[in-house]
């Protein structure tokens, strides 16, 4: 491809975001990977490394072209941080919300942020007389049945957002890349690291013993395990490595075979659930917490990641006697939330603990220390908790990750059996990393007792570029019309923006399918006995259920809701769930 022709140096007059927002080169990089593909494509991009500002660049050449934006995110908190963000970037347009008690119409704006469950109700699409562009943020969580409503087909550029595209179904492969064409960029936290986007961490494995009868349920529960394990490796086509593909395929099998393959699959995730919840919830860890307090004191802010509300508020029992301590849950007000977080930026908290809420979706305060007492099987939720700590440090700052495991378990990162992906994602990253015994707490403190690098390295920025340099003008001319246009708009000029005379951008290709990276997707087994799927429950003419659970003095009963006939009285819910009611009424 012949590179474009610049005419002269001129102001092209269009307002740019990044005039005023200076953007990583993997930004731009990134950028022009999705002009390649025509503007529809999934970015993967690691926790802290920048994807709003990218998925800004893209909001700024929308907007140049005179195009609608809609951007959907996960909950309220990012609709309004997302909000906030955009009246400061793009001054110049109508910016709306609809979600939280916000009913814009997508008519009256030019850029509108919705959350997902009211995008899927309302559809807010351009209109027959406009074009326009959807930004889904944290992408990978489209996949139900009533979120992916929100994927709305009249929008025809489209670009998906998310550290890292795995979910436990098919949704990935059925529903989101069939959307968004493919995955069009992927930037990890090697690479990131190595631009000096994010801090490279020293880690830190602590290993506490299991009581006896906590040893005692694992082993029984491991036994189960081994069973279940045994019989899903002898199907044809299950991957017996890594251990996440094979976990996503022993989940894949519990949601669709209805025949012994599905049982063996649901067999597992029970037995690993029940062995999961005796090592979350491991005496020691609580116990290890307290050993950890001059470090969390010493550090420039520690975030505490469990698994679950009850490990939180152990955690939170153990360390408020010795530290500054708050947690944050599902439940927590918005209010009470926003002031947490504004003790912790100023300094007032030593350390926030949460159940997965910190993981994704909230705008965390700057933190160099991370303690998780529950590692997550799930490697896009360490990706996220990884994130919140390797956020780009100043000098003095270093990033630190504690991991509290039980011996000899799953979460052992010694083990050789069932190991954790993650943990070679940490390895390949971390700056040191070493396992320390309950005994070893003054090696253990020595080893946290670490401001970083000497030299932070300066992040891999683009631009300014500079008109009246030969050099500059030659990266534009020599770049494909996907760069030249992605270096042209969506990086700052020291002065006037040259002008390209014959820069054609690729258009989605009608024929050929555009260049996607290939999606890091697991080989599932073929579904023997296809599982019978429950019909939804009949409904009266009315909208009511034909039958009510009701609770009395004695304990459950099922009501008609036709006639008023009851079941017997159950002592328990489940009991009355699965009763009938005997009635000659029409409607039960």
Same mark, same amino acid.
């Given at each position: 491809?012949?590179?474009?022709?610049?005419?002269?140096?001129? +102001?092209?007059?269009?307002?740019?975001f990044?005039?005023?927002?200076?953007?990583?080169?993997?930004?731009?990089?990134?950028?022009?990977?999705?002009?390649?593909?025509?503007? #529809?494509?999934?970015? /993967?991009? %690691?926790?802290?490394s920048?994807? !709003?500002?990218?998925?800004?660049?893209?909001?700024?050449?929308?907007?140049r072209?005179?195009?609608?934006?809609?951007?959907?995110?996960?909950?309220?908190?990012?609709?309004e941080?997302?909000?906030?963000?955009?009246?400061?970037?793009?001054?110049?347009?109508?910016?709306?919300?609809?979600? *939280?008690?916000?009913?814009?119409?997508?008519?009256?704006?030019? @850029?509108?942020?919705?959350?997902?469950?009211?995008?899927?109700?309302?559809?807010?699409v351009?209109?027959?007389?406009?074009?326009?562009?959807?930004?889904?943020? /944290?992408?990978?969580?489209?996949?139900?049945?009533?979120?992916?409503?929100?994927?709305?087909?009249?929008?025809?550029?489209?670009?998906?957002?998310?550290?890292?595209?795995e979910?436990?179904d098919?949704?990935?492969?059925?529903?989101?890349?069939?959307?968004?064409?493919?995955?069009c960029?992927?930037?990890?936290?090697?690479?990131?690291?190595?631009?000096?986007?994010?801090?490279?961490?020293?880690?830190?494995?602590?290993?506490?013993?299991? !009581?006896?009868?906590?040893?005692?349920?694992? !082993?029984? !529960?491991?036994?189960?395990?081994? /069973?279940?394990?045994?019989?899903?490796?002898?199907?044809?086509?299950?991957?017996?490595?890594?251990?996440?593909?094979?976990?996503?395929?022993?989940?894949?099998?519990?949601?669709?075979?209805?025949?012994?393959?599905?049982?063996?699959?649901?067999?597992?995730?029970?037995?690993?659930?029940?062995?999961?919840?005796?090592?979350?919830?491991?005496?020691?860890?609580?116990?290890?917490?307290?050993?950890?307090?001059?470090?969390?004191?010493?550090?420039?802010?520690?975030?505490?990641?469990?698994?679950?509300? $009850?490990?939180?508020?152990?955690?939170?029992?153990?360390?408020?006697?010795?530290?500054?301590?708050?947690? @944050?849950?599902? /439940?927590?007000?918005?209010?009470d939330?926003?002031?947490?977080?504004?003790?912790?930026?100023?300094?007032?908290?030593?350390?926030?603990?949460?159940?997965?809420?910190? +993981?994704?979706?909230?705008?965390?305060p700057?933190?160099?220390?991370?303690?998780?007492?529950?590692?997550?099987?799930?490697?896009?939720?360490?990706?996220?908790?990884?994130? #919140?700590?390797?956020?780009?440090?100043?000098?003095?700052?270093?990033?630190?990750?504690?991991?509290?495991?039980?011996?000899?378990?799953?979460?052992?990162?010694?083990?050789?059996?069932?190991?954790?992906?993650?943990?070679?994602?940490?390895?390949?990253?971390?700056?040191?990393?070493?396992?320390?015994?309950? +005994?070893?707490?003054?090696?253990?403190?020595?080893?946290?007792?670490?401001?970083?690098?000497?030299?932070?390295?300066?992040?891999?920025?683009?631009?300014?570029?500079?008109?009246?340099?030969?050099?500059?003008?030659?990266?534009?001319?020599?770049? *494909?019309?996907?760069?030249?246009?992605?270096?042209l708009?969506?990086?700052?000029?020291t002065?006037?923006?040259?002008?390209?005379?014959?820069?054609?951008?690729?258009? $989605?290709?009608?024929?050929?399918?555009?260049?996607?990276?290939?999606?890091?997707?697991?080989?599932?087994?073929?579904?023997?006995t296809?599982?019978?799927?429950?019909?939804?429950?009949? #409904?009266?003419?009315?909208?009511?259920?034909?039958?009510?659970?009701?609770?009395?003095?004695?304990?459950? %009963?099922?009501?008609?809701?036709?006639?008023?006939?009851?079941?017997?009285?159950?002592?328990?819910?489940?009991?009355?769930t699965?009763?009938?009611?005997?009635?000659?009424? $029409?409607?039960?």
């Amino acid at each position: 491809m012949n590179g474009p022709t610049v005419v002269s140096p001129t +102001d092209a007059g269009e307002p740019s975001f990044f005039d005023r927002f200076r953007p990583y080169r993997w930004q731009v990089d990134a950028m022009a990977a999705w002009l390649r593909v025509g503007r #529809r494509g999934v970015v /993967e991009a %690691v926790t802290g490394s920048g994807k !709003t500002d990218m998925a800004f660049a893209a909001v700024a050449d929308a907007r140049r072209r005179g195009l609608f934006v809609c951007v959907i995110v996960p909950s309220r908190v990012l609709l309004e941080q997302w909000y906030q963000r955009m009246m400061i970037a793009f001054p110049e347009d109508r910016i709306g919300r609809l979600g *939280d008690h916000h009913l814009d119409l997508a008519e009256n704006v030019d @850029i509108l942020i919705t959350t997902r469950h009211s995008a899927a109700s309302r559809k807010p699409v351009p209109g027959e007389d406009r074009e326009g562009l959807l930004i889904a943020d /944290e992408c990978h969580g489209y996949g139900g049945k009533v979120l992916r409503k929100s994927l709305m087909t009249e929008y025809d550029e489209r670009l998906g957002l998310t550290a890292t595209l795995e979910r436990s179904d098919d949704a990935v492969e059925e529903v989101i890349l069939p959307y968004f064409g493919g995955i069009c960029f992927r930037y990890g936290f090697v690479d990131a690291i190595a631009d000096g986007v994010c801090a490279q961490p020293r880690v830190a494995f602590v290993a506490v013993p299991l !009581t006896d009868k906590e040893r005692s349920e694992y !082993t029984r !529960t491991e036994r189960a395990l081994v /069973e279940a394990r045994t019989a899903l490796k002898k199907i044809d086509g299950m991957p017996s490595e890594p251990f996440g593909a094979f976990l996503a395929a022993v989940q894949h099998l519990a949601q669709n075979d209805g025949g012994p393959n599905g049982k063996a699959a649901n067999d597992y995730l029970d037995a690993f659930a029940l062995r999961r919840d005796i090592v979350a919830d491991s005496e020691a860890k609580f116990e290890t917490l307290t050993k950890l307090a001059p470090s969390i004191r010493a550090a420039d802010g520690s975030l505490l990641f469990t698994e679950t509300v $009850r490990a939180s508020n152990h955690a939170i029992n153990r360390l408020d006697p010795v530290v500054s301590i708050e947690i @944050i849950t599902g /439940e927590t007000p918005r209010t009470d939330r926003e002031r947490i977080l504004t003790e912790f930026r100023a300094g007032g908290l030593d350390a926030v603990a949460a159940p997965r809420v910190l +993981d994704e979706g909230i705008d965390v305060p700057d933190a160099n220390l991370g303690i998780v007492v529950s590692a997550s099987r799930t490697r896009r939720q360490m990706i996220q908790r990884m994130g #919140r700590i390797l956020r780009r440090k100043q000098a003095g700052a270093g990033a630190k990750f504690v991991i509290v495991f039980a011996a000899d378990t799953l979460e052992d990162p010694r083990s050789a059996v069932d190991r954790d992906g993650f943990v070679e994602e940490i390895e390949e990253i971390a700056a040191a990393m070493s396992v320390f015994g309950t +005994d070893e707490l003054d090696r253990l403190t020595g080893f946290l007792d670490w401001s970083g690098p000497e030299v932070v390295a300066a992040p891999m920025h683009e631009g300014p570029l500079d008109p009246a340099s030969d050099d500059d003008i030659a990266r534009v001319v020599n770049a *494909d019309d996907a760069m030249a246009y992605a270096l042209l708009f969506s990086v700052p000029w020291t002065g006037d923006r040259p002008v390209i005379a014959d820069i054609e951008l690729p258009e $989605r290709p009608e024929s050929a399918e555009p260049e996607y990276l290939p999606p890091e997707m697991p080989d599932l087994p073929l579904i023997e006995t296809e599982k019978k799927r429950k019909e939804p429950p009949k #409904r009266l003419s009315t909208g009511e259920a034909p039958v009510m659970l009701e609770k009395t003095r004695e304990g459950f %009963v099922l009501r008609c809701t036709g006639c008023g006939t009851t079941s017997k009285t159950m002592r328990f819910r489940w009991e009355a769930t699965d009763a009938t009611v005997e009635c000659d009424c $029409r409607a039960a």
